[in-house]
Nanobody, 128 residues
Framework: QVELVESGGGSVQAGGSLRLSCTIS????????MGWFRQSPGKEREGVAG???????SYADSVKGRFSISVDNAKNTLYMQMNSLKPEDTAMYYC??????????????????????WGQGTQVTVSS
């Protein structure tokens, strides 16, 4: 089975930081794309940041300069450092992985459709 286990969510004040982690149970040796998505009530799920096995990254315009995605292949762990958090960042955050995909797919319209494996979600709440 492919399992994704997330951690790092929580409640912070505006301007604070969090680091989300997602440990993935398998390695996609032929290539992969890993990403973070978020969804708040009544809104579409949106791609936040992606990274692929070529090292390319992509970010939603709303988080550029504030969020940073990285992967530790030795630990099979995906990270997203989130700085300068804003109340509008409040959402359930999901990690996802799929075999060979470009990082740009994460932030593309309907990009979530291309990912077959998802974590359970971790809540991020940013208060003003």
């Amino acid at each position: 089975q492919v399992e994704l286990v997330e951690s790092g969510g929580g409640s912070v004040q505006a301007g604070g930081s969090l680091r989300l982690s997602c440990t993935i149970s398998v390695q996609f040796t032929a290539g992969y794309c890993m990403g973070w998505f978020r969804q708040s009530p009544g809104k579409e799920r949106e791609g936040v940041a992606g990274i692929d096995s070529s090292g390319e990254t992509s970010y939603a315009d709303s988080v550029k300069g504030r969020f940073s995605i990285s992967v530790d292949n030795a630990k099979n762990t995906l990270y997203m450092q989130m700085n300068s958090l804003k109340p509008e960042d409040t959402a359930m955050y999901y990690c996802a992985v799929e075999g060979i995909r470009p990082a740009s797919m994460v932030v593309a319209v309907n990009g979530a459709i291309g990912f077959g494996y998802w974590g359970q979600g971790t809540q991020v709440t940013v208060s003003s």
